[in-house]
């Protein structure tokens, strides 16, 4: 696609349940991120892919966060049991590779009720 | 860890005013770049800066690297409404991890 795709755009959920987010990135981009952004702060590093391995998940805040890659394309983040303070919005990024531009997409927001 | 701290957090300019956002590491950095969101989007790449000392211009917006690459500087000359927003330094550790500056939120009063 010509951008960074999310879904879902909008998430609202009880606590305790599960939740997958999307990320479809640029073709062609080997280099994949996602970052967690509260309300009025910054960029949060979860987790960063090069191909589909990830050689940092030091971002991940806790074992209820997980992040899979496949194909070298889309990848999905997994908040299991989700708390009240897991309410952000979700950012993916991609890239061509290491210290090229990255492209944002428009984010996930999730509201845990 | 790892840190690059970004000052202000806030700064409320009248139209036509300066802006500068400064961002500050302890350790050398690799590279800078620079990003603007909006308010209710998401960042947006500006720019980049890889050499030491480098300054690069875009219309208004003045970008500088430290003689020491330990620092790095966005300024606007004359700011105008289409400036509001939050502007954020990061910086590539080398690893691929992109850390970010807590940001600098920009308002102009028109």
């Known amino acids: 696609g010509a951008g960074v795709s999310q879904s879902p755009s909008n998430k609202v959920t009880e606590k305790g349940k599960d939740v997958e987010l999307r990320c479809d990135p640029i073709?062609?981009?080997?280099?994949l991120y996602w970052y967690r952004q509260s309300l009025g702060q910054g960029l949060e590093f979860l987790i960063y892919?090069?191909?589909?391995?990830?050689?940092?998940k030091s971002g991940l805040p806790s074992d209820r966060f997980s992040a899979e890659r496949t194909g070298g394309s889309v990848s999905t983040l997994t908040i299991q049991r989700t708390q009240q303070e897991d309410s952000a919005v979700y950012l993916c990024?991609?890239?061509?590779?290491?210290?090229?531009?990255?492209?944002f997409g428009e984010g996930s927001w999730l509201t845990v009720v | 860890g790892q840190q690059v701290m970004q000052i202000p957090q806030y700064q409320h300019v009248q139209e036509g005013e300066d802006f500068t956002t400064y961002c500050n590491s302890s350790?050398?950095?690799?590279?800078i770049q620079w990003y603007k969101q909006r308010p209710g989007g998401h960042p947006v790449f500006l720019i980049q800066?890889?050499?030491?000392?480098e300054v690069k211009k875009q219309k208004r917006l003045t970008f500088q690297f430290g003689e020491a690459k330990k620092n790095s500087s966005l300024h606007i000359t004359a700011t105008q409404t289409t400036d509001v927003g939050t502007y954020f330094c990061?910086?590539?550790?080398?690893?691929?991890?992109?850390?970010f500056g807590q940001g600098t939120e920009l308002s102009v009063k028109p």
């Open positions: 990024a991609s890239s061509l590779g290491r210290a090229a531009t990255i492209y």
């Open positions: 073709s062609g981009h080997t280099a």
């Open positions: 892919f090069q191909g589909n391995s990830a050689p940092d």
């Open positions: 350790t050398t950095l690799s590279n």
């Open positions: 800066l890889v050499k030491s000392g």
């Open positions: 990061a910086e590539d550790n080398q690893g691929g991890k992109l850390i």
